[in-house]
C-alpha cells in the first residue's frame, strides 16, 4: 500500500480539506483524525493545544505517512513550527496557503478573517498576509460559537443562520471584498455566513489552495501516488464515532468506516 497523507484536525473542520485533497489528487490514500472529543480547541490554553497536537502527531506517525496536514487554523497558528521540528517528512499547515488564496482574491485590499478566539489572537492571519502583501489592511474577528454548530450537525438548522448573523453582525459595516474562513469548520456554514456578508464578497477556504501545496510539495519530492489500486482512505476520531460517520458521509458523500480511538482526557 502507497504511503498516506494524514490530516489532522480538531474535529469534523479537517474534512473540508481532505475532500478537497481528494478532489485534487484522487489516487492518494488518506489517513484522517478528528480530535471530536476534545473539541473545540479554539479557547484552549496554547500550551494543551500544542500537546493535543503531539499525541495526534505521535498517533498518526505509526502508520508511516508521507506528509502531515494540519488541518485545524488553531492547532497551526499555535504548534506547526514545533511539530515540523518533530518529525523528519513534511507538515503542511492552512494559515499560508489561506492568505496566498485571499491575496489572489482582493480587489480593494481589505480582507476579512473570522475564527476561533486563539487563531484571532495569535495574528496569525495578519502576519501572513501582510509578509506577502505589507499594504494588506485586516479586518479580523473572532466566533467561538459556530465550531460547536458543525460538531453537533446543526450547520444547515435555523439555529445555525441566527447565530451566524449575530456572530457576523460587527462584520456587516467593513469595506472587505473577501473574508477568509479561519477555520476549517466554517464552510460547513458558507451559504449562511454568504447571506450575512452579501455576495461582493468573496469567501475564501483555505482547503483549495492548502491541496495545492499538497501536490507540489509531493511532486517535487517524487512522492506522487502512482496509478494502481484504489485508494484507501481511514478516519479516526476519539469521540462520537456515530455523530463523526454522520457528518463525514453527508460531507464527503461516501460511505466509511470511522475508528474511535480512546484518549486518557488529561487537563495539563
Known amino acids: 500500500m502507497q504511503q498516506a497523507i494524514a490530516i489532522l484536525d480538531s474535529g469534523v473542520g479537517g474534512l473540508t480539506v481532505a475532500k478537497e485533497v481528494m478532489r485534487q489528487l484522487p489516487m492518494e490514500n488518506i489517513l484522517y483524525f478528528g480530535d471530536t472529543a476534545r473539541a473545540p480547541y479554539g479557547p484552549r490554553d496554547s500550551e494543551e ?8 502527531v505521535d498517533y498518526l506517525l505509526q502508520f508511516g505517512p508521507k506528509m502531515i496536514v494540519i488541518a485545524c487554523n488553531t492547532a497551526t497558528a499555535i504548534a506547526l513550527h514545533k511539530i515540523r521540528s518533530m518529525v523528519s517528512i513534511p507538515v503542511v499547515g492552512v494559515i499560508y496557503p489561506g492568505a496566498r488564496a485571499a491575496i489572489k482574491s482582493t480587489r480593494n485590499g481589505t480582507i476579512g478573517v473570522i475564527g476561533t478566539e486563539n487563531t484571532i489572537r495569535s495574528g496569525a492571519y495578519q502576519q501572513a498576509l ?3 502583501n505589507p499594504s494588506i489592511r485586516v ?4 466566533c467561538p460559537r459556530l465550531v460547536p454548530l458543525v ?5 444547515r438548522s435555523e439555529e445555525a443562520k ?11 459595516q467593513s469595506d472587505m471584498d473577501c473574508l477568509i474562513l479561519g477555520c476549517t469548520h466554517y464552510p460547513y456554514l458558507s451559504e449562511a455566513i454568504s447571506d450575512v456578508v452579501g455576495p461582493d464578497v468573496s469567501l475564501i477556504s483555505s482547503a483549495d489552495e492548502t491541496a495545492r501545496e499538497i501536490s507540489a510539495i509531493l511532486y517535487h519530492r517524487g512522492q506522487l501516488a502512482e496509478n494502481g489500486d484504489l485508494p484507501v482512505h481511514r478516519f479516526f476520531c476519539s469521540g462520537n464515532t456515530g455523530l463523526f460517520q454522520a457528518i463525514a458521509q453527508e460531507w464527503l ?16
Do not use: C, D, H, Y
Open 151 to 155: 460538531e453537533n450537525r446543526m450547520f
Open 130 to 132: 501582510q509578509s506577502i
Open 253 to 268: 458523500g461516501e460511505e466509511m468506516k470511522i475508528s474511535p480511538v480512546v484518549w486518557q482526557m488529561t487537563r495539563l
Open 139 to 142: 479586518v479580523s474577528l473572532a
Open 49 to 56: 493545544v500544542l500537546e493535543f497536537t503531539r499525541q495526534i
Open 162 to 172: 441566527l447565530v451566524v448573523e449575530q456572530s457576523l453582525r460587527p462584520m456587516r
